[in-house]
């Protein structure tokens, strides 16, 4: 604070001096141009307030300073720090002065009106001196306050030699911010060559001393051109598909991409440049930005007792980071695996330490154990993530997807229904939708088991369905980075394999507002946007890497894996589907399930999986699945050898290779 008045205090006593020596200077130049402002002022009797006249020029330089101190405290001119001042801080000085030049015009009218004092000379000759006066402050303060910007920016240029060529995408303000913030840290490197726009009537036209070099459909041919180094896209209100667009038209090996966050994250389109990052994939993504009713989630979960299966998993981990910001009563991790669990309950110590946690480590196949949990915290909201999903792995051990995926689900709802949970939200897969892999058919019964419950106990049970998470644990994209920092090859299952993709925080986002809009029986649908391909995603990736697609990263293709599809879908054919009040959620059109039946299929996969019976196992899916078309011609072409590798079961066991071939019994 007192820095701050000393501060103040300085710079008024500057402006001061400044000020009596620009009317010094108007008043000596006019009178050289026989415009002499005092001369005018004449004795008015005996009551005359400019007497002897010699008095007059301290007595209106005393006036001056005055009304034009008082203009730049009404135009807080005191408040910018100099250092950093741009136009804006330079038109409020010229604005001040200016407005302080009227006001001693107006204040001289006025006295002379008043007859506070004659006036005898021609009111335009105090026009002149006046504004001469107002020419000589922009002049002096300007260079004065502006000596610092001068100074700060010379000190910088000798601090660094710029060595990284940059190209700034958009011409708009934030544009204008980037080129302004790499200028104001030349210590970062960065040398701003020229921009590029979607305007071409502004190509070769100049911005702050920057040319406009071309238009983005001339981006590959400037880069190389200018040897580029790195792209800035500040475009923050471009699509997606505008930003995939830059991306994949350039190539230039060794140039990386960098993005301005949304327009929401910069303020008074003012950028910071710790604010610029790379791009990454999920910039391209053809998806708009979702947002959740946050009264409605509020209410549906703040105070409440909340139990997250699967914790230590990507959708369990970030199910966790996103309840907790709703200061529930409790929140339980459940999970099989403690060292996920160990670094998400460490992760939520230290972001949110105020959230009472129980940390539970558990099978959810574990009926006597699920039960004691339940009884001992009686959660309210029961998110279901524990899974296994890998659908290669799962058609080798169909048994344990049995177990997992359907037993352990079935527990958790029957413990769910006996301690009278509140709700009950399932995380499901695109994968149940026509399954052609055992993963597939196993989340596809689990929603039926969710539909033939409904409403039972006073719990809610609803099960939501979306795509692939991108970056999540175990899937494409994390495989794809180690491969292209290995130097490649990247493997692509099949060349037109397409897939829906969502970040981890909106699919929990979308998951959370689904549950609180539940009333039992639903199987609410993610909006997941138009489907991507697996190679364009690769191709991407290797370009975001600053490489060449098959000159320094090659791309192989290995064939569909076990049970996969090429191509998802996110309705079965009997599905309709609704419009819910939230723009990106759906719902499924409610089937009837005979649950007598069901549960006894159940009982019958179980003592199958008990038996090790794959044949049995698939043959049990398709008919509690008739939509399920077992992809299993996999093991015709495994050696034995490669069989037991992949299956440990077998090493000892004397199965043979029809047991893991495709049944014909139960076809559809």
């Known amino acids: 604070m007192l820095k701050s008045k000393k501060r103040l205090i300085t710079s008024i006593v500057v402006d001061v001096c400044l000020i009596n020596i620009a009317f010094s200077a108007a008043y000596h130049t006019c009178k050289s141009l026989g415009v002499d402002l005092l001369a005018s002022f004449m004795q008015e009797g005996e009551a005359g307030w400019l007497q002897p006249l010699e008095h007059s020029f301290i007595i209106t330089a005393a006036i001056i300073t005055v009304v034009r101190v008082g203009a730049f405290l009404c135009f807080r001119l005191y408040k910018p720090v100099w250092r950093y001042a741009s136009v804006r801080e330079f038109l409020s000085l010229i604005g001040a002065i200016v407005c302080g030049t009227f006001a001693l015009m107006l204040f001289l009218y006025v006295a002379h009106l008043l007859r506070i004092l004659q006036y005898s000379g021609n009111l335009l000759d105090s026009w002149v001196v006046f504004s001469m006066d107002g020419f000589y402050n922009i002049v002096l303060i300007g260079l004065a306050k502006y000596s610092l910007r001068i100074a700060e920016e010379y000190r910088r240029k000798q601090v660094a030699t710029p060595r990284i060529k940059v190209l700034i995408v958009g011409t708009g303000e934030a544009g204008i911010g980037v080129l302004r913030e790499i200028r104001n840290h030349p210590e970062k490197g960065y040398l701003p060559v020229g921009f590029i726009t979607d305007n071409r009537e502004k190509v070769g036209q100049s911005i702050q001393g920057l040319e406009v070099l071309g238009t983005t459909r001339d981006l590959a041919y400037i880069v190389r051109r200018q040897q580029i180094d790195e792209i800035v896209i500040a475009m923050p209100s471009a699509s997606e598909s505008k930003v995939r667009e830059i991306v994949r038209q350039h190539k230039y090996k060794g140039c990386k991409f960098k993005i301005v966050p949304s327009i929401h994250a910069i303020l008074d389109g003012h950028v910071s440049i710790s604010q610029i990052r790379d791009v990454r994939v999920e910039d391209l993504l053809n998806r708009s930005t979702s947002s959740i009713d946050l009264a409605e989630v509020s209410k549906y979960l703040s105070g409440k007792r909340v139990m997250v299966t699967g914790a230590g998993g990507s959708i369990g981990s970030e199910l966790c980071r996103q309840v907790a910001k709703f200061e529930p009563e409790l929140l339980i991790l459940v999970g099989r695996g403690e060292n996920s669990l160990y670094h998400i309950d460490i992760e939520l110590s230290e972001s949110d330490p105020n959230v009472n946690r129980a940390v539970i480590v558990g099978d959810i196949r574990d009926r006597s154990k699920i039960d004691r949990v339940m009884q001992r915290y009686r959660p309210h909201i029961i ?163 600053g490489l060449e697609v098959d000159q320094d990263i090659k791309i192989e293709f290995t064939g569909l894996e076990p049970g996969e599809k090429l191509y998802e879908e996110l309705l079965t054919p009997k599905e309709g589907v609704t419009a819910t009040k939230h723009q990106r959620i759906f719902v499924g059109q409610l089937e009837t399930i005979e649950e007598t039946e069901l549960l006894a299929h159940i009982d019958a996969l179980e003592q199958l999986a008990d038996r090790l019976d794959t044949e049995g196992i698939i043959g049990k899916l398709q008919e509690i699945v008739p939509t399920y078309k077992p992809q299993r011609t996999f093991i015709e072409h495994m050696s034995d050898e490669e069989l037991r590798k992949s299956d440990p079961q077998v090493i000892n066991l004397p199965i043979s290779r029809k047991s893991y071939e495709k049944p014909a019994v139960g076809s559809s």
Do not use: Y
């Open 383 to 545: 998110f279901h993530a524990a899974a296994h999903k890998h659908v290669k792995f799962m058609e080798i051990h169909p048994d344990e997807a049995v177990k997992n995926n359907i037993l352990g689900t079935k527990s958790l709802i029957d413990a769910a229904i006996k301690h009278h949970v509140q709700a009950f939200i399932l995380v499901s897969s695109d994968k149940a939708v026509n399954p052609t892999s055992v993963m597939g058919a196993s989340k596809r019964v689990t929603e039926k088991l969710i539909q033939s419950k409904a409403k039972r106990n006073g719990t809610d049970f609803v099960a939501v369905r979306f795509g692939n998470v991108i970056d999540s644990r175990g899937s494409v994209l994390p495989n794809f980075k180690r491969q292209i920092a290995k130097g490649g090859p990247v493997t692509v299952t099949h060349r037109e394999v397409t897939r829906f993709f969502m970040t981890i925080p909106e699919s929990v986002q979308l998951l959370i507002q689904a549950g609180a809009m539940g009333n039992g029986g639903e199987i609410f649908i993610l909006d997941m946007g138009e489907p991507i391909k697996i190679l364009d995603l690769a191709q991407d990736l290797i370009r975001l890497s």
